[in-house]
């Protein structure tokens, strides 16, 4: 099992490495989980007809282009046993599971790396070469990317699949944070999406875990082009999804007011840990559209660092299990301002 984030439990530490906000849940939001809870005597709906009909609702997309899944993780792992692959193109450093997902499914694995003198930037000429050198049937995007944070625009996404020699190569993008994004509009980013899918073998997954604050429910969905789908709703398992989390999805859905302040408060978070944390000297901060920011420590023991912040009553995410980074990179979450300013303070009193 690959290392992740929210596995530090301490009463005395505050946890950084988990990209979970701790905002107020949407009005109304408790009442669903009570109704709810009167329902667990019955099996949940096999197929949750009317979280799909919510989802494709939201997305502007058919029902028979949805998947619906115990979080995004379960999608990966679905996608990459229901659907026929040789060999993938995963751009790192990024989430882990793609990669264990795929290997599992014996499926030859190709890295394409990011470089820090970049600051992790896709240069998109250099990425179709590699494709096509690889020959890759499948491209994984994670988008913003875990732990970089760093966005590709649609117009570099587009460019890519107009490129690209190989037109049956199937494009994997997962956006479980662009509900983080500050300037991200749903309607036009679908629009774009879905004129892709028709011309293009797609899949997009959504986690809802991250942006509702619900990791202890486990709930997300695919959308894709309808082969794909199909593919992955053939051999999903039944039930994978439970009365909770089937009532919640037509909920959260309809909270773009609630939406609209995650990326408020993101985006001033964001500027305020960004523009202090470059001040601070001795770290390389990289530039992040997401809830959560990576650096890297430049001088002194990274050991003796991650000691000293945990020492202080912090815990942030160590990222040398990621393709492409070492012991040295470490990513934190934003957590409330209270928060934020106790680990700028940790951080310089740790580097001192």
């Known amino acids: 099992m690959n290392f992740h984030g929210g596995q530090f439990h301490r009463k005395d530490v505050i946890d950084f490495s988990v990209n979970i906000p701790e905002l107020e849940y949407p009005d109304g939001f408790e009442e669903i989980v009570k109704n709810a809870l009167l329902q667990i005597r019955k099996y949940p709906d096999i197929e949750g007809k009317s979280s799909k ?14 998947v619906l899944g115990n979080g995004a ?50 240069h ?15 491209l994984v995007l994670c988008n913003p990317n875990n732990p970089t944070g760093t966005f590709i625009e649609m117009d570099t996404i587009e460019d890519i699949v107009r490129t690209v020699q190989n037109k049956d190569m199937i494009l994997m993008i997962d956006e479980s944070f662009m509900d983080f994004v500050s300037d991200y509009r749903l309607d036009r980013h679908q629009e774009r999406l879905n004129a892709l899918m028709k011309n293009w073998p797609v899949l997009i997954i959504r986690s809802m875990t991250k942006n509702f604050m619900i990791p202890g429910i486990r709930t997300g969905y695919a959308i894709g082009s309808k082969t794909i789908v ?16 089937l009532e919640c999805i037509p909920f959260l859905l309809k909270q773009s007011e609630y939406l609209d ?29 997401a809830n959560f920011i990576l650096f890297r420590l430049d001088i002194g023991s990274p050991h003796k660092f ?13 990222c040398d299990d990621f393709e492409g980074l070492d012991h040295r990179y470490f990513r934190i979450a934003l957590r409330n301002r209270e928060d934020n300013t106790k ?8 580097i001192q």
């Open 261 to 289: 302040g995650l990326r408020t408060w993101c985006n001033e978070e964001l500027s305020f840990m960004l523009s202090n944390l470059n001040a601070i000297g001795q770290i390389t901060v990289f530039e992040s559209s």
């Open 73 to 122: 993780t379960e999608l990966i792992y679905l996608m990459s046993r229901a659907v026929e692959i040789k060999n993938a193109t995963i751009i790192q450093p990024t989430f882990t599971e793609y990669n264990r997902a795929l290997v599992q499914n014996n499926v030859e694995v190709n890295h394409f790396y990011l470089k820090p003198e970049n600051e992790f930037k896709l």
């Open 306 to 318: 991650m000691s000293s912040i945990i020492d202080g009553g912090a815990y942030i995410r160590t």
């Open 230 to 245: 199909a593919a992955m709703n053939k051999l999903k398992e039944p039930w994978s999804l439970n009365v909770l989390a």
């Open 124 to 138: 998109k000429d250099d990425l179709v070469r590699y494709l096509n050198k690889t020959n890759s049937d499948l």
């Open 53 to 66: 009909n919510a989802i494709a609702s939201y997305n502007d997309v058919e029902v028979d282009q949805i």
């Open 343 to 350: 680990l700028i303070k940790l951080i310089m009193e740790a």
